[in-house]
């Protein structure tokens, strides 16, 4: 059960991010405890969900490229990259993890 939870997540992880504004934007940030055990995984996806956004963040600041720029070359099919995984709005798959590296 916990591979699948972690190939295909179903949650979006700013849900476990104390302050959900900061994710993706402030490297310190701090997840909500799993209230039951078989949830153990979500807060240590989300850490890992945030960590892969910030540097894509912090990457489109260095170069002054915007979140269309990460769409396009994404070829993302979602309307907004930013409202989406990226925000960790919606789940993030290992195939966006791949296409932002």
Not at 33 to 44: C, K, T, V
Not at 69 to 92: D, F, M
């Amino acid at each position: 059960m916990a591979s699948r939870m972690t190939l295909n997540p179903a949650f979006p992880s700013r849900d476990c991010i104390e302050i959900p504004d900061n994710f993706g934007r402030r490297s310190n940030i701090r997840c909500v405890p799993a209230p039951r055990l078989d949830e153990a995984m979500r807060p240590s996806r989300a850490i890992n969900h945030h960590l892969q956004a910030f540097g894509v963040y912090r990457l489109l600041r260095r170069g002054r490229y915007s979140v269309t720029n990460l769409e396009k070359r994404c070829e993302s099919n979602r309307k907004s990259c930013h409202r989406g995984p990226a925000g960790g709005r919606a789940p993030a798959t290992e195939r966006d993890f791949i296409l932002w590296s």
